[in-house]
């Protein structure tokens, strides 16, 4: 587990993890945090001998840390989960299970979102991605094969061989987004399969705040170039039109035309503005339609920013997990 300034959740996340008795170790990997994590880590190990704290002195990104983790590890299954999913009834077992009858694999749970009974402003985020991953999974039962096209981090278990071999960490994604997308393809490329299993669940419990979700579009559309970049024979190369699909023109030409950074960034700027406003308003449609946009702006906009740098964009295309 990595985790980073979630200090007041680890006791909430950790609890049903010590509790099972399947599970044999519990390595939590501090990824340069400051909240007194790794101090209370320590302390609760002391009592909780299956408890293994890790600290990373400098911040690496969730992918480097768990990668820290993996190192530390000395079971034959890892299971890798987020600092902000709690783990449902019977999970390593479940996993285990899958691993008995289908060894080699990359095994997926589902990370439902936990959404409040009533919606407030500002929570659109939320409710998008639990829309979004409700889509995915769909996807992953109706086509087994974008399991690793298409992985999602969260609740994933590996053998430790098999994740030692493949490379938890990829050169240009140790803080950016799809860094899981990544390694899924890797291990399509290495010769393993993705088992989803729905059962297999552990809720999430998302937040996240509109400056964050623009921080997160942006490295979204970065990613995504250097995804199609280096990944090209499975997944094909990146649409010219990959974050306009499916809008209306003029919203289309809006997000195309954010290619600009100072026309995404005014853009941008109103369609925040839209975004809380709505929220204020509890007009949740409008909320989340703006919300949609600011996205696509953001994304076309850190995809554009690859993109334009030549050296960046080989750089990264060349690079592979070390």
Request: with cysteine; charged share 25%; net charge neutral.
């Amino acid at each position: 587990m990595p985790t980073h300034g979630r200090r007041n959740s680890l006791p909430v996340v950790l609890a049903p993890l010590l509790e099972d008795p399947l599970i044999d170790e519990v390595v939590v990997v501090v990824d340069g945090s400051r909240d007194g994590s790794f101090e209370w880590l320590q302390q609760e190990s002391i009592r909780r001998p299956r408890l293994v704290p890790l600290l990373r002195e400098q911040t690496g990104g969730a992918q480097v840390a768990r990668a820290t983790g993996l190192d530390r590890a000395t079971g034959d299954i890892a299971l890798f989960l987020d600092d902000d999913v709690l783990a449902g009834r019977g999970l390593a077992e479940g996993h285990l299970a899958h691993h008995d009858l289908h060894p080699g694999t990359v095994v997926v749970g589902s990370i439902p979102v936990t959404l409040p009974a009533h919606r407030r402003p500002g929570q659109f985020a939320s409710f998008l991605y639990a829309e979004e991953y409700q889509r995915r999974c769909d996807e992953y039962e109706a086509m087994p094969a974008s399991i690793l096209r298409n992985l999602w981090w969260g609740n994933v278990s590996i053998g430790r061989t098999q994740g030692l071999a493949v490379g938890l960490v990829s050169s240009g994604f140790e803080r950016s987004y799809h860094e899981d997308q990544d390694f899924g393809l890797r291990c399509l490329e290495a010769g393993l399969e993705g088992v989803f299993d729905r059962k297999l669940e552990a809720n999430h419990l998302h937040t996240r705040d509109i400056d964050a979700f623009v921080r997160d579009a942006r490295s979204q559309g970065a990613a995504q170039v250097i995804l199609h970049q280096r990944h090209a024979g499975l997944i094909g190369a990146l649409s010219p039109t990959a974050f306009s699909v499916g809008l209306a023109p003029p919203l289309a030409r809006l997000v195309e035309r954010s290619r600009s950074p100072r026309v995404a960034s005014s853009a941008s700027a109103v369609l925040r503005a839209m975004t809380v406003m709505a929220g204020s308003m509890r007009w949740y449609g409008l909320e989340t339609r703006a919300g949609k946009l600011l996205r696509r702006v953001n994304q076309r906009s850190g995809a554009e920013a690859v993109l334009s740098d030549q050296q960046v964009l080989d750089r990264h295309t060349a690079a592979g997990p070390r």
